[in-house]
């Protein structure tokens, strides 16, 4: 059971990191230079938004194997299209205020902008949105365990442990129970950390 949390939690949060760097870089670029980038940035956004994800996410597991690092890289190249309407968002608004102009009159160049005045003050939903993402790829990550497109054995997961354990549910009902159990806590936990950094980030709910 503990080396399952150690393997879902792993999955989970570089899926993650691989989905919010792409979702920082594509709303960042779009957000700060507008115009036709801002367009087709967005229209693939939206192109990808139309695709089901799961449908997505099945296809490509068959196509590369299920194995650790592949659902890593699958779930974070199919999950990064909320993070970045999220930073495009922060951009669009943060890069009018007057401290981005100083910074574009005194001759600073497009990446100094970026990396020193913007993205430093949109990073409070970034780490909200990874909190919520991480209980998102552990659930998705131990959906395919379950159905065998996931973390294959000798490695636990708690969906592979689940499907172990489904075929005694009637003589060993605990099998099933503590990994349900696990994965229910651990999100649980994820999305309770995402409503207090929520609240924290948010100047209204702390008046």
Not at 193 to 199: A, P, T
């Amino acid at each position: 059971m503990v080396y399952g949390a150690r393997v879902s939690m792993l999955v989970g949060v570089f899926a993650v990191l691989i989905s919010t760097i792409i979702g920082i870089l594509v709303g960042t670029i779009a957000g700060y230079f507008g115009g036709i980038v801002d367009s087709i940035a967005m229209r693939f956004v939206d192109i990808m938004l139309t695709i089901p994800t799961l449908f997505l996410i099945l296809m490509l597991v068959v196509f590369l194997g299920p194995s650790i690092i592949n659902i890593m890289i699958i779930i974070g190249l199919t999950s990064w299209t909320d993070i970045a309407r999220i930073i495009r968002a922060e951009v669009l608004s943060v890069k009018k205020l007057a401290y981005v102009d100083a910074a574009r009159l005194m001759g600073f160049g497009r990446a100094y902008i970026i990396a020193r005045h913007i993205l430093p003050n949109i990073l409070g939903p970034v780490f909200v949105y990874m909190t919520f993402g991480i209980s998102g790829a552990i659930l998705t990550e131990s959906g395919l365990s379950f159905l065998g497109l996931g973390v294959q054995p000798p490695y636990p997961s708690w969906g592979n442990i689940l499907t172990a354990g489904k075929d005694y549910i009637d003589t060993a009902w605990w099998l099933i129970l503590f990994p349900g159990l696990a994965i229910f806590f651990a999100v649980f936990s994820c999305n309770i950390m995402g409503e207090g950094l929520r609240d924290q980030f948010n100047p209204k709910l702390k008046k």
